[in-house]
C-alpha cells in the first residue's frame, strides 16, 4: 500500500506541475475554442447549445432566485433609506413653513390692528405717532403701560394716546426711547368728557377698577345706558370727540366701560395735538360755546349806550345858539 502511494504521487507530480505551468494557456485555447464553436451554424452545434441550455436552466434558475431576492431587498433598503431622507427634508420644509405662517399671521395681525388704529381717532389731520406696548405697569395700584416710543420720535408728557377704538391714557413721562403712559382706569387719572348726545360736560374719574366713574354732571344730563362718553377737549390739552368709553351702570353713580381692551393693548397711537395751529387756521374752533351768543347780543345792546358816548362838539366849531359877533367900527 505504501508502495502505490509513492508510486501514484511519483508519477502525479510531474503532471501536476505541467499543468499548473500550462494551464492559463489551455483556458486560453478552450476559449477559442468555444468562441468559434459558438460561432458555427450547423444543425449538430445547435442541438448541441439548446441541450446544454435545457441542462443548465434549472441550475440558472435556482441560483437566479436568491440573486432576485437579493437585488429586491436592496431595493427595498434603497426605499428605506430615500423615504427617510425624504421625511427628514420635509420636516425641516414642515418646520421653517410653520415659522413663515407665524410670521404671516403676526403681520396680518399686527396689518389688522394698525388699520383699526388708523380708523380710531376722530382728526386724521392731527399728526401722531405710533409705537408699541413693550412693557405693563399693571397692578393693584397702578394702571401703566410702557411704549418704545419717546423724545425722539417727539413724544411729549400730556398727549393723549389712542388704541384701536378710542382713548386709552396720556403720556406721563417720557425718555429719549420710550415713554410710560397712564391709562384712564388708573386712581390718578382724571379726563374732561362729555355725553355724545346732548353735548353734557362730566369728568371721567379712574379709580383702579375695570368701571371708572364719571362725576360732576349737569342736572340737566341723562345718562343712558350705552350712550357714548368722548373727550370735550376743556384745558386745550386733548382735541374733542376722542371715543372714550360707554355708559354701562346708572345706579348708584354713573359707571363706564372704556371702549378698548385694556388688557390687550399692543400698538398704540400718540396724538401730537398742538391748540396753536388750529388756533391760526381756524380761530372760531378754539372759542367756548358760549361767546357765539355773547357776540350775537352785542349789537342789540350797542344802540341804547350811543348817546352817553357821542363825542363833545368840538372847539373850532361854534354852536348852534351861540350869537354872532358883532363888527368893529
Known sequence: M??????????????????????????????????LVSRID???????????????????????????????AIGWVDDILFVHEENFRLRTENARLLQWQEVARRLEQDNASLRRLLAAGPDLTNTFVTGRVIADGGGSFVRTALLNIGAKDGVRKGQAVIGEGGYVGRVTEVGYRAARILLLTDLNSRLPVMLQEGGHRAVLTGDNSPFPRLEYLTGAAKPVIGMHVVTSGDGGQFPAGIPVAEIVSTDGGVRVRPLVDLGRLDFLRVMQFDETRIDAEDPSAALPPLLPQAQAQAPAQAPAQAPAQAPA?????????????????
Open 2 to 35: 505504501a508502495r502505490r502511494t509513492g508510486r501514484s504521487a511519483w508519477i502525479a507530480a510531474p503532471i501536476r506541475a505541467l499543468l499548473q505551468r500550462f494551464a492559463f494557456l489551455l483556458l486560453l485555447a478552450a476559449a477559442a475554442g468555444l468562441i
Open 313 to 329: 362838539p368840538s372847539s373850532a366849531t361854534p354852536p348852534a345858539s351861540a350869537p354872532a359877533p358883532k363888527p368893529r367900527p
Open 42 to 72: 450547423r444543425p449538430a452545434v445547435e442541438r448541441t447549445r439548446a441541450l446544454v441550455a435545457d441542462v443548465v436552466e434549472p441550475v440558472l434558475t435556482a441560483v437566479a432566485q436568491p440573486v432576485g431576492v437579493v437585488n429586491a
